[in-house]
Structures are given as structure tokens and as C-alpha cells.
């Protein structure tokens, strides 16, 4: 196989209520609306697409490890402590359900944060190196 995956290009969440999620995603977190039927939303934000499908309720992107732990599929990167200490106080003010910020002893820290059907996500305070040259972000 001569070819590589080089992106994930979308990211699909289960909701409840597309109308109401879609709002949300985009009041709460900035996200940008590209198209929304009675079954779907498409959003643009942290430089991917973002499906949100109508799905029954009770459901999740969660899941849980081998230990019991309930784990989100994804995270969100910011650009160092200083942006994801601001983004944190940002989503608390928003009344955003939000967890602390912890070391989880690697580089940076880390703080989980729901949206409203329950999809847990997580965001961390370092950028991906290849991330930060192709798009010359410096510290």
C-alpha cells in the first residue's frame, strides 16, 4: 500500500436534538454551521468537520476502559497553559459542565469538559509539532 491516511477529516457525536445541539456547538464553542437537516448538523471547528447525528437517547461517543473508567474519544488542542487556562475560565462562565485541570503527568495539563447530551471531550494544553509548523504557530 503505497498510500497513507493523512488526516481525520470528520468526527461524527451523537445527539439527541440536532436543532438544539447544533446551537449549542456553535453558542458555546465557537463552531461554524455548514449545513442542518431534521437529521444532521455539519459543523467547522478546530480545523475538522464535525457531524452531529441524530441518535437515540442514552447515547454517547463515550466509552469505558478496562478499568470502568468512562473515557472521551477525543481532544481538542489549545496553545499552551495561559490559552487553556482561559479557555477553561471561558467554558465555566458559559456554564459549560467542565472538570478541573490536571497534570496527568505528561507534557501540559489537561481539563475534560460535556456538552449537553453527555459526549465527554477532552483539551489539552500542548499543540501537536507538525500542527504548529505547517501552520507556523509559535509559542
Known sequence: MGEKL???????????????????????LGAELSYKDQDKAILNFANQSIFLVKSNENQSSNFFDIHGNERFSL????????????????????????????????????????????????????????FKEKYLISK
Do not use: M
Open 75 to 130: 481532544t481538542f488542542e489549545v496553545n499552551g497553559l495561559n490559552a487553556l487556562q482561559a479557555i477553561h475560565k471561558e467554558f465555566k462562565q458559559s456554564e459549560i459542565r467542565v472538570g478541573e485541570i490536571e497534570d496527568r503527568g505528561h507534557s501540559g495539563r489537561n481539563f475534560i469538559f460535556y456538552d449537553i447530551d453527555g459526549n465527554k471531550f477532552d483539551v489539552w494544553s500542548e499543540l501537536s509539532p507538525i
Open 6 to 28: 493523512l488526516r481525520i477529516g470528520t468526527t461524527y457525536i451523537p445527539v439527541t436534538n440536532v436543532e438544539l445541539s447544533s446551537d449549542w456547538y456553535v453558542n458555546k
